[in-house]
């Protein structure tokens, strides 16, 4: 009895200091936000040496290793810019001995461990920051002083308040972003670089004919967003209906046998699922990219001059039906918030599969808007 007991006082108190520590709520966010600001405030009036430059923590203890980094690089540059900046310094905190946690989702443990989520770390965080040029200088850090000495000499902060000890607020506002997004698309914004993310390859492969591309998703813990035999199916009748070359881009590589003698004939590229650098290049020389809702089609959606088809939007699960996009992104059935990017969003209702008609549909509107845009 008295074992449970404290066990269930030493849960109950890391709750409290992760509460404290990143805020999930607004008003535990807002009051920790001022009384932090305080402390913040008194502590800088000692350095006299900071200089008004523009910094992005990422720290790994409030920040999903997943693609919806790049929502926060995007995030971060229109919040540098609103304060006069074009580019920004990233100071990336991996705290030494840090274990990164698995995120408190249904099934997720299923399929996602830790030493996963340490190689996301290698294989994605990095290698994305270092591919975005709108990035000046990267930063490391193991430890707490180290990150206070390189954070007082500047005064541009993202998040604004933050501190590597105490206080580490998640720092993407998808609702703003959305809200942002959604006035570009009413005043017919196109911008062809949302984020200047580029192929570090020492030398551009050559593309010598026109491809699409589709991404698979076979493999994750909300199935509703997995693709189907379907889903392929209408891809490659769309590619032949615009004679573009159809390829395909694998989830699990142990599962390109089952695909290839689906689909014989057709094009795959295995590089992309294991290189951060192939996907780029892939997604980048491609006419258009294909997504189920999917962490990839993010990177697809805010590189420059790409389009993008989300198909199955909505189809239902814990983050892909409407409430979820309302209460989160504060988007409502049937927007298009990223056409301004040239992304298009195929809203689904009652579990019914995108067709090849909303393929040809999502493709046209891109073109439409783009063509009717102020750049």
């Known amino acids: 009895m008295a074992i449970r007991l404290i066990k269930s006082i030493k849960i109950f108190y890391k709750k409290i200091i992760n509460r404290v520590f990143c805020p999930t709520g607004k008003i535990d966010r807002f009051i920790l936000d001022f009384m932090f600001f305080l402390i913040n405030f008194f502590i800088q009036k000692k350095y006299k040496n900071f200089e008004n430059k523009p910094l992005l923590i990422w720290d790994i203890r409030s920040n999903s290793i997943t ?3 790049v929502f926060l690089l995007y995030e971060s540059k229109l919040f540098f810019k609103k304060h006069g900046f074009q580019n920004f310094d990233i100071l990336i905190y991996l705290p030494k001995g840090y274990t990164p946690e698995i995120p408190n989702q249904l099934n997720y443990d299923k399929f996602i461990n830790i030493n996963n989520l340490k190689e996301r770390i ?15 200088n990267i930063y490391f850090s193991d430890n707490q002083k180290k990150s206070l000495e390189l954070i007082k000499n500047y005064q541009c902060l993202f998040p604004k308040i933050y501190n590597p000890k105490l206080y580490s607020p998640h720092p993407q506002n998808y609702k703003k972003l959305f809200k942002t997004l959604k006035i570009y698309k009413n005043k017919k914004y196109y911008f062809e670089r949302p984020l200047n993310i580029i192929n570090m390859f020492p030398l551009e492969k050559f593309v010598d004919e026109k491809y699409i591309t589709f991404t698979i998703r076979d493999y994750g813990y909300n199935k509703e967003r997995d693709t189907s035999l379907y889903d392929i199916e209408n891809f490659i009748k769309f590619a032949r209906i615009y004679n573009y070359k159809p390829i395909l881009i694998p989830d699990k590589i142990d599962k390109l046998s089952f695909y290839s003698d689906k689909f014989p004939g057709i094009d795959f590229y295995p590089q992309a699922r294991m290189h951060l650098m192939e996907r780029i290049y892939i997604y980048k020389n ?3 990219n294909f997504f189920s809702p999917s962490g990839p089609a993010a990177l697809s959606m805010f590189m420059p001059k790409t389009k993008t088809i989300i198909f199955n939007f909505c189809m239902g699960g814990i983050d892909s039906n409407e409430n979820y996009y309302k209460k989160e992104w504060g988007v409502n059935y049937g927007e298009q918030p990223f056409l301004p990017f040239g992304g298009y969003l195929l809203w689904t209702k009652n579990k019914k599969k995108s067709n090849i008609n909303n ?12 063509n009717n845009s102020y750049y």
């Open 286 to 288: 491609s006419i258009v």
């Open 359 to 370: 393929f040809k549909k999502a493709y046209y509107e891109i073109n439409k808007y783009i």
């Open 67 to 69: 693609f919806d980094l």
């Open 122 to 136: 290698k294989n994605i965080v990095i290698p994305l920051i270092y591919s975005t040029n709108d990035i000046q």
